[in-house]
T-cell receptor
């Protein structure tokens, strides 16, 4: 089955700095890679996703890159703000199997004002 | 559009007991997936229901079972509860025919087994 590894487990940055979270996956059949943000006591929320036919996707301050050959993908947050503080999860799935995702163990991002 | 809802919010059970958790899918979604999220970990896929049938299962024992109803809502049942079953249980709904892979999570049920 699929295995997803996520690094780092914790990340602390100063407000305004950039943050990068990296994930690797094992199953070359995976072709959909979402990122979720989970605030304390709340549900995971989809913040950005990328499909395997695309190398990069950007949405305002958030971007995701995918390297299919190396089987890794990364989340980039620029101009971080205190409200970006949360746990971020990457996941991998075969997109027609919507919902059967394998998640990483999460990265706790702290943005210091 | 109605989001994914779950009930109850919190639950405390004793080891050996049985529990039923409920999930209502987002309007228009026909697939429900259940995940277990232990403290400090990512969600782990338990199983998925599509058209009232189990459509894939993760590495969970048979004492974890489920149902999906004609209105696409779903139940997760856990028998013979163990202390390690203490976790946040999340359901997520999606539209199987979309082919997008997108799923939307409910707020979760926090289960504590003592």
């Amino acid at each position: 089955g699929e295995n997803v590894e996520q690094h780092p487990s914790t990340l602390s940055v100063q407000e305004g700095d950039s943050a990068v979270i990296k994930c690797t996956y094992s199953d070359s059949a995976s072709n959909y890679f979402p990122w979720y943000k989970q605030e304390l006591g709340k549900r995971p929320q989809l913040i950005i996703d990328i499909r395997s036919n695309v190398g990069e996707k950007k949405d305002q301050r958030i971007a995701v890159t995918l390297n299919k050959t190396a089987k890794h993908f990364s989340l980039h947050i620029t101009e971080t703000q205190p409200e970006d503080s949360a746990v971020y999860f990457c996941a991998a799935t075969y997109r027609t199997n919507a919902g059967k995702s394998t998640f990483g163990d999460g990265t706790t991002l702290t943005v210091k004002p | 559009e109605t989001g994914v809802t779950q009930s109850p919010t919190h639950l405390i059970k004793t080891r050996g007991q049985q529990v039923t958790l409920r999930c209502s899918s987002q309007s228009g979604h026909n697939t429900v997936s259940w995940y277990q999220q232990a403290l400090g970990q990512g969600p782990q896929f338990i199983f998925q229901y599509y058209r009232e049938e189990e459509n894939g299962r993760g590495n969970f024992p048979p004492r974890f079972s489920g149902l999906q109803f004609p209105n696409y809502s779903s139940e997760l049942n856990v028998n013979a509860l163990e202390l390690d079953d203490s976790a946040l249980y999340l359901c997520a709904s999606s539209l199987a025919a979309s082919g997008t892979g997108e799923q939307y999570f409910g707020p979760g049920t926090r289960l504590t087994v003592t």
